[in-house]
């Protein structure tokens, strides 16, 4: 999945917590989440403001729920509940252990309990799946 192909889809999934993403769909919004927190705090900075200012919060809470909703679906896409998300909560490890142990994760190939294995965009522009070809 393309890097604007990946933001489409989190933001036409706005508030979408069923279902699964995929992997790339999940990192590149994560990855164009983190471009645009530095272009806010640069022009909160630009504005006077030191830290987070009122752009940077606005954007935040614009983000929050495809953030949430995204990450719900890639745990679904490796077979768990949206609930694991909790474990972010712990200081330091929790954090950790949810990205190394769940989010960086290959997905679970075919269907599983939350739905149809993603279909992911080829170069081309048609859709194929990104299921392995049967032997």
């Known amino acids: 999945m393309a890097f604007l192909d990946s933001i489409k889809s989190t933001f ?17 919004f994560v990855l164009a ?15 006077g403001f030191n830290g987070s200012g009122p752009i940077s919060w606005i954007v935040s809470l614009a983000l929050l729920l495809p953030g949430l909703g995204v990450a719900v679906r890639r745990l679904h896409d490796i077979d768990k509940s949206g609930w694991w998300l909790l474990l ?8 950790l252990i949810l990205i190394f142990a769940y989010l960086i994760k290959p997905s679970q190939q075919g269907d599983n309990r939350f739905g149809p294995q993603p279909v992911v965009p080829a170069a081309g522009g048609n ?3 990104v299921a392995t070809p049967e032997a």
Not at 12 to 28: C, I, L, P, Q, V
Not at 33 to 47: E, F, K, Q, R, S
Not at 88 to 95: F, M, N, T
């Open 12 to 28: 036409f999934k706005y508030a979408e917590f069923n279902g699964r993403a995929s992997r790339t769909e999940y990192w590149y």
């Open 33 to 47: 989440v983190v471009i645009v927190d530095i272009i806010t705090a640069g022009i909160d900075n630009l504005i």
């Open 88 to 95: 972010g909560l712990i200081p330091l490890v929790g954090a």
């Open 127 to 129: 859709d194929q799946s």
